[in-house]
């Protein structure tokens, strides 16, 4: 079995491509998620399972992050597509107490195990109001004191809990606590490692050393993965909530991050940062006041669907979008589909990366995890 993937023209449906690729309509209707009575949008990719030899699969890793209420029949359809799945996620005080996520973490972590997937606690500077707090960073990392009670609540949680390691991603990192984060991440992994357990870091998507910016200057890509036994390139959010529309992660700028961190982070060190996710702006955009809407990329379809929308393929960003008007407005959807993921995946292969991260799996894109599982042999521990 191979997916092939195949774009919706005019006057096509289900029955007649089942019949010209000779496959059943109702494979063709699970891989896509497909609702009924099944219409279609032309421009639409579509995965279609075919009989034949697969391609020569190589090994990689994958992890997806996920909140503690994510929907179990959602979990489950994900987990025998994950190496490991990272739990969002773990806070502290400048004082370096670990605060427990909300809600109750046992399930996920229970879930995990059963699919031979290895749970990791994510361990975020979020503060009360719900955003990154670089003030949180700035007093533990620079604490000796902080730092080791942190270090030591961590190794009694992922111990307590059954945990399989610590992902650290920590963001708008000031540049006067690069360092003393480079060393909080180094502390960290040597006590993993002394009990067994894993360390990675989420790194901002940089395109050189000296890039500015309080997303980039906080972070040592050579230092860092020096420390952890492996990074994600946090490679999407060009095209973010409260930007002008455009390709969440465009393939021209993943690929300029690329050729940057190769040259800092040994390639058998990076996952590839994916986005399950696109984002719906009303037109026109108002810098400062537009706010794009999160959506699925099953549900970005739907809504191409339900306006009579075409969809587009830009080439150069290698990612779909549509214009479609409720209510008297023109929005604008860019998300992706399985041809955005084929570029991304077509990357990991050049670039020969370790694997792969997404952010998020709340939302289920079947069609995703059988594309990946066609062309890659997943690794379970």
């Given at each position: 079995m191979y997916m092939e993937i195949y774009v919706v023209k005019s006057q096509d449906t289900v029955d007649k491509i089942a019949v010209e690729y000779s496959v059943l309509a109702e494979e063709i209707i699970y891989a896509n998620q497909l609702a009924y009575p099944y219409p279609l949008a032309i421009g639409q990719a579509l995965l279609i399972p075919q009989k034949g030899e697969e391609t020569e699969k190589i090994p990689v890793r994958i992890n997806g992050y996920a909140y503690p209420f994510i929907n179990e029949w959602t979990l489950r359809q994900t987990l025998p597509y994950l190496t490991e799945l990272s739990v969002f996620s773990y806070g502290f005080t400048t004082e370096g107490n670990l605060i427990p996520p909300a809600l109750d973490d046992t399930f996920?972590?229970?879930?995990?195990?059963?699919?031979?997937?290895?749970?990791?606690?994510?361990?975020?500077?979020?503060?009360?109001?719900?955003?990154?707090?670089?003030?949180?960073?700035?007093?533990?990392?620079?604490?000796?004191?902080?730092?080791?009670?942190?270090?030591?609540?961590?190794?009694?949680?992922?111990?307590?809990?059954?945990?399989?390691?610590?992902?650290?991603?920590?963001?708008?990192?000031?540049?006067?606590?690069?360092?003393?984060?480079?060393?909080?991440?180094?502390?960290?992994?040597?006590?993993?490692?002394?009990?067994?357990?894993?360390?990675?870091?989420?790194?901002?998507?940089?395109?050189?050393?000296?890039?500015?910016?309080?997303?980039?200057?906080?972070?040592?890509?050579?230092?860092?993965?020096?420390?952890?036994?492996?990074?994600?390139?946090?490679?999407?959010?060009?095209?973010?909530?409260?930007?002008?529309?455009?390709?969440?992660?465009?393939?021209?700028?993943?690929?300029?991050?690329?050729?940057?961190?190769?040259?800092?982070?040994?390639?058998?060190?990076?996952?590839?940062?994916?986005?399950?996710?696109?984002?719906?702006?009303?037109?026109?955009?108002?810098?400062?006041?537009?706010?794009?809407?999160?959506?699925?990329?099953?549900?970005?379809?739907?809504?191409?669907?339900?306006?009579?929308?075409?969809?587009f393929f830009d080439e150069k960003s290698q990612s779909p979008y549509f214009h479609y008007e409720e209510e008297g407005v023109r929005h604008e959807v860019w998300f992706e589909d399985v041809r955005s993921m084929q570029a991304k995946f077509d990357l990991i292969r050049e670039y020969g990366l370790n694997g792969a991260g997404y952010w998020q799996i709340m939302r289920l894109f079947r069609a995703n995890w059988l594309l990946l599982s066609d062309q890659f042999s997943i690794v379970k521990q």
């Open positions: 996920l972590i229970h879930a995990a195990y059963e699919f031979g997937t290895l749970p990791i606690l994510t361990l975020t500077p979020i503060g009360a109001d719900g955003q990154f707090n670089n003030y949180l960073i700035h007093r533990v990392v620079q604490s000796e004191e902080a730092s080791a009670d942190l270090t030591a609540e961590l190794l009694d949680t992922v111990t307590e809990k059954g945990y399989a390691g610590v992902d650290i991603d920590f963001e708008y990192i000031l540049a006067e606590d690069r360092d003393a984060f480079t060393a909080f991440v180094q502390r960290v992994a040597d006590a993993m490692r002394g009990i067994g357990r894993q360390t990675s870091v989420a790194l901002a998507p940089k395109q050189s050393a000296d890039q500015k910016g309080l997303l980039y200057e906080g972070k040592d890509y050579g230092g860092l993965s020096a420390a952890a036994d492996y990074v994600l390139l946090m490679t999407y959010e060009w095209g973010y909530t409260y930007g002008p529309p455009m390709a969440v992660a465009p393939i021209f700028q993943v690929r300029k991050v690329l050729d940057y961190a190769v040259t800092e982070i040994p390639r058998e060190k990076i996952r590839l940062g994916i986005p399950n996710y696109g984002y719906d702006w009303k037109l026109p955009f108002e810098k400062g006041v537009t706010k794009a809407k999160t959506i699925g990329n099953v549900e970005a379809v739907s809504i191409a669907v339900q306006h009579g929308a075409e969809i």
